[in-house]
């Protein structure tokens, strides 16, 4: 399968799940409980950007009602991080571009700051969404914890 159909295959596969949980009122937070995966590793594998395994494939397929081989593509290791376009259009997805567009010079110099002169991994690479109340309106608060990588010579 070339890249263009495996790119259709898992586009069909994410298209699959979001109608079946519109459907049948799925939460994302269920469908991680049910892996036992955080939140947002469960919606990003859902959205095919980690492969899932195959228990991983049989509990989703199970709970939302779609044929194993519908999701079978998103046990393939992924293309991760491929855009649409290289500037993003959906509102939520191009702040957080605008956010490392503007702050992401200054997150880099405070980094190697602290840490010296290397990286924050993306794949030893925790993150978390929560909401934070406040009089002002409630508030988005984003986590990136990354382990530490000095660059090596």
């Keep these: 399968m070339g890249s263009a159909a495996t790119r259709a295959a898992v586009d069909a596969a994410v298209e699959a799940i979001a109608s079946a949980r519109a459907t ?38 199970e709970e939302l009602g779609i044929a194993p ?11 991760r ?8 259009t959906d509102p939520t997805v191009y702040r957080l571009y605008e956010v490392l567009a503007v702050y992401g010079p200054a997150i880099k110099e405070l980094i ?3 840490f010296g002169d290397g ?5 030893n690479f925790r993150l978390d969404v929560s909401r934070r109340p406040d009089p002002g309106g409630d508030r988005v608060v984003i986590t990136l914890d990354g382990k530490f990588l ?3 010579w």
């Excluded at 081989?69 to 293309?79: I, K």
């Excluded at 991080?81 to 993003?88: H, I, R, W």
């Design 81 to 88: 991080g491929a855009l649409d376009s290289s500037v993003p």
């Design 112 to 114: 190697h700051e602290q």
């Design 24 to 61: 049948r009122g799925t939460t994302w937070a269920r469908l991680a409980e049910l892996l036992g995966k955080p939140p947002v590793w469960t919606v990003a594998a859902l959205q095919g950007q980690h492969p899932l395994d195959a228990a991983e494939l049989a509990v989703i397929a």
């Design 69 to 79: 081989e519908v999701l079978a593509p998103l046990q393939r290791h992924p293309t």
């Design 119 to 123: 990286i924050m991994s993306a794949i």
């Design 150 to 152: 000095p660059y090596q």
